[in-house]
Nanobody
Framework: QVQLVESGGGLVQPGGSLRLSCAASGSIFSIYDMGWYRQAPGKQRELVAA???????NYAEAVKGRFAISRDNVKNTVYLQMNSLKPEDTAVYYC???????????????WGQGTQVTVSS
């Protein structure tokens, strides 16, 4: 089994920063793409940022220049550094990982539990 545990969410004022982390554990052979999604109440879940196993990243237009995704392949952890936060960034943030399961050759997507990010003055 594979678990993704998120941390780092909270309440922050506009212009502030937060750093989210998501650590994968369990029967992992390797992890391909990892990403961060967010979902505001009543809205669709949307991709915020994604990163390949080789470190190539892409971002939603709304967060370019403000957010940075990174990963530590040894720790099986993905991070999202969020700077210059805006109220419209308020959402539940979910991490996602494309995981190759150890020994089984099985490849599946897994989701973190979600962490609330609230940007408000």
């Amino acid at each position: 089994q594979v678990q993704l545990v998120e941390s780092g969410g909270g309440l922050v004022q506009p212009g502030g920063s937060l750093r989210l982390s998501c650590a994968a554990s369990g029967s992992i052979f390797s992890i391909y793409d990892m990403g961060w999604y967010r979902q505001a109440p009543g809205k669709q879940r949307e991709l915020v940022a994604a990163i390949t196993s080789g470190g190539s990243a892409n971002y939603a237009e709304a967060v370019k220049g403000r957010f940075a995704i990174s990963r530590d392949n040894v720790k099986n952890t993905v991070y999202l550094q969020m700077n210059s936060l805006k109220p419209e960034d308020t959402a539940v943030y979910y991490c996602n990982a494309d995981v190759l399961i150890r020994y089984r050759g099985q490849r599946d997507y897994y989701w973190g539990q979600g962490t609330q990010v609230t940007v408000s003055s």
